[in-house]
Each structure stands twice: as C-alpha cells, then as structure tokens.
C-alpha cells in the first residue's frame, strides 16, 4: 500500500472512528444509539483495511499505477458511502480541488470551457472579458498545442490544467480554425477568471426582469442582490432555477434574505448528532415588495429548493414547472489528508412549514434516483402542510409547483441535429470567410446554406422535418445562438435562447397570479404585526 493511500486510509478510519465516539456520547443523551455501536463500527473499519491490504499483497498483478487509487478512490470508499444514502461521498485530489473552485466562484486561467470532439480539444466558447475572448479566441477553434506541447491523446481535463496557472502568467496556444489557412498563434496572460453564478439577467418586458441562477456559490447572494437591484422599479420578477443543482446553503439564504421580510424563517436543519439550525431572513426586503414566479424543473435541487420551498410556504412567490429533485440532505465536508474530502450527510432541510424536502430513495437503484425522476409523483401518500395564508403544499418528493409548466419535448429530427452537435458545428463554417452584425437575423438565405450543410454532412432530412410544430422556430434560435455566442460572446447567445423559451413565456404568464398572492401577503402581515402591536397590554 502507497504512503498517500496508507494517509488517506487512516485519516478515513480516525474520522469514522471519532464519528462513532461522538455518537455514542450523544446517544447516551437521547438514547438513539447501542453502547456497543463504536466498538462494531471500529472493528469494522479494520476489516476494511485489512481486505485491501490482502489485495494488495496477493493480487495476481501488482497494484502499480493508478490501480490503488482507483480501488479506493473510485471503488472501496465510494461504495461504503452509498450504501448510506445517494449523496454521502468521496472526493479524490481532484474532485475535491474542482468542488473548491466552483464554491469559490473563481480560479486562475484564460477563460475558456473546452470539450473533447473527433478525438481533438475544441473551444465551446470563450467566457467574456478574459483572457482568451479578447485575444480573439473562437468556439470551434481546434487546441493543437500549448506552450508547444502537443495536445493529441490528452483529455480535455489535461489540457484545462496546462491552462491554468498564476495569474500574470503566459500561455501559449497554437489552434486551427475553420477557414484559416494555417494555425493561428495566442500568447495569453492568465488572469482570475470569474464564474458568476447568475449568467442571465434582463428585462423580459419594462418593469419585468428575469434573473436565472446556474448554482449557489460565495459570490451568488451579491450577484442576485445587484441584479435585482439593477432592474430599478420592478413590477415582476422571473426567478429561473430550472438546472440548478443546489450548492452553498448560506447563498441560499442569502437570496431568500433579499425577498422575504426581517425575521422570516427561511430553512432549518435537523438532524441526530447536532441541535436543530434555524435560518432566517436577517436583513430582509425592507418592504419593497413585487411579484415573483419563481421558475423550476427536475434538475432544480438542494439549495435551489430551499429557495424555492421558502418562497412559496410564505406566499412570497407563485413556483412554476415540474417536481423538483427532491434533495433534502444535508452534506458536512471533512477535509483529510492529501487534499482529499469526505461529504457526509449530518442532516436534512425542512421548509418553512415543515416539509421535508428529501424524496425517498430506499430500494430504488442509484441510476434511477438521478436519471429516472421524470415519473409524475402521486400526491396522496406525501405529508401535507399549509403555506402562511393556508394553501396546500406537499413534502417528502422535492417542491411540487403551483402551475405545471412541462419542458418541451424533443422529437426525432431535433434529437438527430442535436446528437450531430450541428448547429455548433455550422457556425463554424459559415462564420469561416464572413462576420455578421449584432442584428442578425436567420432569413431564408440563411436557411438554405443550412440545409446546404447537412446535406454535405450526409444529414438526411425532409421539408416535412422542418414544418414539424415549433421546429422552424427552435432551428433559427439554435442557429442564431450559436452565430451570435462565436461572434459576440456567450451573454447574447443566451439572451437569444431565454426569449424563445417557452417555459419562461408561460411563466410570465403567471404574473397576474403572484401579484395577486404578493397583495395577500403582504395584508396578511400587516394584519399579523397589527395584531402583535394591539396584544395584552402588561397589568
């Protein structure tokens, strides 16, 4: 066994151990524990290290190389943690450096999101005001080496990390484009790279703005708070967290903060060894008051949930969409030994009024708990609570939406553009020998050098394809994104693909509803803080 898995080994078995001597202190307090549950567990732990220590010695190749860390880290540790729940887990070195990047928000590097194609690294885009958009960096462009170092046969994370470095720094980078003659040569200065965590935000229509939060890191509380502050006086707000995988739970509050009033309850945790932690608004909204539609799909989790859980138990906003995910688990993160990590669930979140947000994963298959939850959820056998003014929401499955709003299904002609990765791959050879203005507009020439370009891809299709309901429009939106994210960086690409979504058309739909909800609730605080003021006078 390595010194570095030797290290992490007993920093996992110390750690487990302690945990185990916590819970029996604990347990002789509420009783929730067996006396003879530390000493099991240790030895259990012990067997652990011994069965790998007997592979190590006696299996019938040497474990040199990666194998070591990939029967720990990929397989012995992993799979103790999950027999707990779907979300305690492990991270090697690496994973456990890039959850600390994106808490941060920020790292180091040119700026750029890069993907492996046809066994080559290629720009998806530049990310805007750094390093590499300004030098002029294009989606499309093929990485062939950097700092003179080829890149064939590396992976894209390889390539990423050779991007990397102090800020200050030169990187070099030859790549090919399409149209160019001869590859193109980049000297590049890294610099911080800021990831904001709110990627869009804008006014849908005057006095409506729309504000979509990618996930919940250090910097989101800030950023929510300038955006919708940015809007002026606002008659409605669009809250996307369709995709939003959860992240920091005080950002969360952070956001909740921003729209609820001072002293409101915005999530609580209980769990075995620690007392219940109560979160509330501290600052609150200072009594500026507008309609929120708070936006959400299967994808939106954790502290996405929370937000959109609290938001609706106080009648603050009207949620619209699909199911949530139903994550409601509450992972503390050790760090051990050799820049490693160990996400441990210590509790579950509650809502305002009581919901557990959790969904129930026993008996059910890791795939099918994170790939199979499109399946409507029956409502009779969920807990049923009240929302401040008494209407009816449902706990322990995710956040159940107000109005369902259904994500737009594909059909087999979009699914083969899609799979062929077509409309990125077409922005490259059009934008090859031209420019385009910022009011670009897909018209019929544009249109027919499509249809020229599958067919010189082999790309069988159909003018019945095209006239399929809404495929035309979702065609000239893909194709316009695309051209305007290469030509103009990613911000306009997203503003073209959040003006033809459907989902957020029909949520702005619902405005009328939240600002109806917003008056309730807010003639339902006044009435209770009168109520407060006018109680027993002392005798």
């Not at 943690?81 to 180091?108: C, I, V, W």
């Not at 969904?359 to 890791?366: F, I, K, T």
């Not at 917003?518 to 209770?528: F, G, I, L, W, Y």
Request: charged residues 20%.
């Amino acid at each position: 066994m390595s010194s570095r898995l030797r290290r992490t080994l007993f920093s996992l078995v110390v750690f487990f151990v302690a945990c185990g001597f916590a819970g029996v202190f604990i347990s002789q307090r509420v009783g929730a524990q067996s006396s003879t549950d530390e000493s099991v567990f240790r030895d259990s732990l012990k067997s652990f290290s011994s069965v790998y220590q007997i592979v190590a010695d006696n299996y019938a190749e040497p474990l040199t190389g990666d194998k070591p860390d990939i029967a720990i880290y990929d397989g012995a540790i992993p799979g103790m943690l999950r027999t707990l729940d779907p979300h305690s887990n492990f991270y090697d070195p690496k994973a456990y450096a890039k959850m600390r990047e994106d808490q941060h928000g920020k790292y180091y590097g040119v700026g750029m999101v890069i993907q492996p194609q046809n066994n080559k690294i290629v720009v998806v885009y530049p990310y805007e005001n750094t390093p590499s958009f300004k030098a002029g960096l294009r989606p499309g462009d093929v990485i062939l080496s950097v700092d003179g170092k080829s890149t064939s046969n590396m992976n894209s994370e390889e390539v990423a990390n050779m991007l990397k470095g102090p800020r200050g720094t030169h990187v070099k980078l030859s790549v090919n484009r399409e149209g160019s003659s001869a590859p193109l040569s980049f000297d590049l200065v890294r610099d911080e790279i800021p990831h904001p965590s709110v990627d869009l935000k804008y006014e849908i229509k005057p006095g409506i703005g729309y504000v979509h939060i990618t996930q919940f890191q250090e910097t989101t509380g800030r950023e929510f708070s300038d955006a919708v502050d940015s809007f002026g006086d606002l008659k409605g707000l669009v809250l996307d967290l369709r995709g939003n995988p959860g992240g920091l739970l005080t950002e969360a509050v952070a956001v909740c903060d921003k729209l609820l009033s001072r002293g409101q309850i915005i999530v609580s945790q209980r769990g075995r060894a620690y007392p219940e932690q109560i979160y509330r608004a501290t600052h609150g909204n200072g009594g500026r008051d507008f309609p929120v539609i708070v936006l959400v799909n299967h994808g939106t989790a954790s502290a996405a949930e929370i937000v959109s859980g609290a938001l609706q138990d106080h009648d603050r906003a009207i949620v619209v969409g699909e199911i949530t995910f139903g994550k409601g688990l509450v992972q503390t993160v050790y760090p051990l030994s050799e820049n490693t990590g160990l996400a441990l669930t210590t509790y579950h979140y509650y809502t305002p009024s009581g919901r557990l947000i959790q969904r129930n994963y026993n008996g059910v298959s890791l795939y099918d708990y994170y790939y199979n939850h499109d399946q409507p959820q029956d409502t009779k056998d969920r807990e049923v609570k009240l929302t401040d003014s008494g209407r009816t929401v449902y706990g322990g499955g995710g956040i159940t939406p107000d109005y369902k709003i259904d994500t737009p299904k594909s059909n087999h002609f979009e699914d083969l553009l899609s799979a062929h990765n077509v409309f990125f791959n077409f922005t490259k050879h059009y934008l090859a020998n031209r420019t385009v203005e910022k009011n670009f507009q897909v018209d019929d020439q544009v249109m027919q050098a499509f249809k020229q370009f599958l067919t010189e891809q082999n790309i069988a299709y159909t003018d019945q394809d095209f006239n399929g309901a809404g495929v035309m429009d979702w065609v000239k939106t893909n194709i316009a994104a695309d051209i305007m994210t290469s030509q103009f960086g990613q911000l306009q690409g997203l503003r073209i693909r959040a003006a033809w979504d459907p989902m957020i058309a029909q949520a702005v739909s619902y405005m009328p509803q939240a600002a109806a909800l917003e008056q309730n609730a807010v003639k339902s605080n006044v009435a209770k803080q009168t109520a407060r003021n006018n109680g027993p006078a002392a005798q």
